[in-house]
């Protein structure tokens, strides 16, 4: 084990150009979900690929700015990590595309599938790879997601939340000194949730056929309803172990990024910790639900507008389909 540690050293994000407002939803559906959206949801518009978009181009463009504002070259990664579950092709993974495109020669490459706590997941994994083994000094990890190509046109419950975007952070390996980048995280399953929400044709178990395509099962479906407070009581647990190992209070928390498909959600986790609920920056309102890239845009969106700053202790919360949760804890 080596002495080292892992620590942000700089962030990018890309949305798609394409904007779809909540009034593009009320012509295609042919009723009022505007204002169901705007008062419930607080999603105002989101932002879907073009055509000719996909996972890999929103990855590239995210990993891009933050390897320009590291101020490294692509040749210096040792390691990308993807998390998506809209990856670029079945096999192989979408981290060797995009590794080839950024001329990271010197990078391994894998991608991870934990849906929409998979971020964290990658952040939690790439800060481990560099805290374990000397050779890694820089890591990039992103989350990519194009929900877009798998939303059914006809669905209500889905298509008008999810949405695409890409968020990246580079990780370097740096001396370990005390309250410094990346301190504890932890991940959680719940599995028996696992039929509930998914895209379940095109794998092994419903390869692509008629039947699959007919019944749209190749499309995001919501099968059953979450129970409300699963993830408010999950995410509010989890943020107490990461403040038990780390010997801090949720109060000494300066920013929480969490999962972003329900502001609601965010509000009652801070509520049951009796935090202000502007502690959890959020971009949703005006990028939807864009899963496994959520908290790193959110993290990236705070960057640029100075709401973090070095020495700040964050928290980051993922949630996503599986059910799959993840969290990590880190001093900027």
């Known amino acids: 084990m080596t002495k080292n540690n892992a620590k942000i050293i700089s962030s990018g994000a890309y949305a798609p150009e394409n904007k779809i407002d909540n009034l593009y939803f009320n012509e295609k559906l042919g009723e009022d979900v505007d204002?169901?959206?705007?008062?419930?949801?607080?999603?105002?518009?989101?932002?879907?690929?073009?055509?000719?978009?996909?996972?890999?181009?929103?990855?590239?463009?995210?990993?891009?700015?933050?390897i320009e504002r590291a101020g490294i070259k692509a040749s210096d990664i040792d390691l990308i990590i993807i998390s998506t579950d809209t990856p670029e092709f079945?096999?192989?993974?979408?981290?060797?595309?995009?590794?080839?495109?950024?001329?990271?020669?010197?990078?391994?490459?894998?991608?991870?599938?934990?849906?929409?706590?998979?971020?964290?997941?990658?952040?939690?994994?790439?800060?481990?790879y560099l805290r374990a083994d000397e050779q890694y000094q820089y890591v990039l990890v992103i989350g990519a997601y194009a929900m877009s190509k798998h939303l059914n046109m006809e669905d209500k419950k889905t298509v008008t939340l999810f949405a695409d975007g890409a968020g990246a952070v580079i990780l370097k390996s740096e001396p370990f000194e005390e309250k410094q980048g990346y301190q504890c995280g932890q991940l959680i399953s719940r599995g028996e949730y696992n039929e509930w929400m998914g895209i379940y044709g095109g794998g092994a178990k419903m390869p692509v056929d008629q039947k699959v395509l007919d019944n749209k099962d190749h499309k995001l479906k919501f099968v059953k309803k979450f129970p409300k407070e699963l993830?408010?009581?999950?995410?509010?647990?989890?943020?107490?172990?990461?403040?038990?190992?780390?010997?801090?209070?949720?109060?000494?928390?300066?920013?929480?990024?969490?999962?972003?498909?329900?502001?609601?959600?965010?509000?009652?986790?801070l509520d049951l910790l009796n935090l202000p609920r502007d502690r959890g920056h959020c971009v949703m309102h005006y990028f939807g639900y864009t899963g496994s890239a959520c908290i790193p845009m959110a993290f990236n969106d705070a960057m640029e507008k100075g709401l973090v700053k070095s020495g700040d202790y964050l928290h980051f919360i993922g949630s996503g389909g599986g059910l799959a949760f993840a969290s990590s804890a880190f001093y900027l």
Not at 232 to 239: A, F, G, L, N, Q
């Open 35 to 66: 204002t169901w959206l705007s008062e419930n949801v607080q999603i105002y518009e989101r932002r879907w690929c073009s055509p000719d978009e996909s996972t890999a181009d929103l990855a590239e463009k995210a990993a891009l700015q933050a």
């Open 90 to 128: 079945i096999s192989p993974s979408t981290a060797s595309i995009v590794q080839h495109r950024l001329g990271a020669v010197n990078a391994g490459t894998f991608d991870i599938n934990t849906a929409c706590a998979g971020f964290v997941t990658a952040l939690d994994m790439g800060s481990k």
């Open 231 to 269: 993830n408010p009581e999950i995410w509010s647990k989890m943020i107490k172990n990461l403040c038990e190992k780390t010997q801090t209070k949720p109060e000494d928390v300066n920013r929480f990024f969490i999962t972003q498909i329900n502001i609601n959600a965010i509000h009652e986790t």
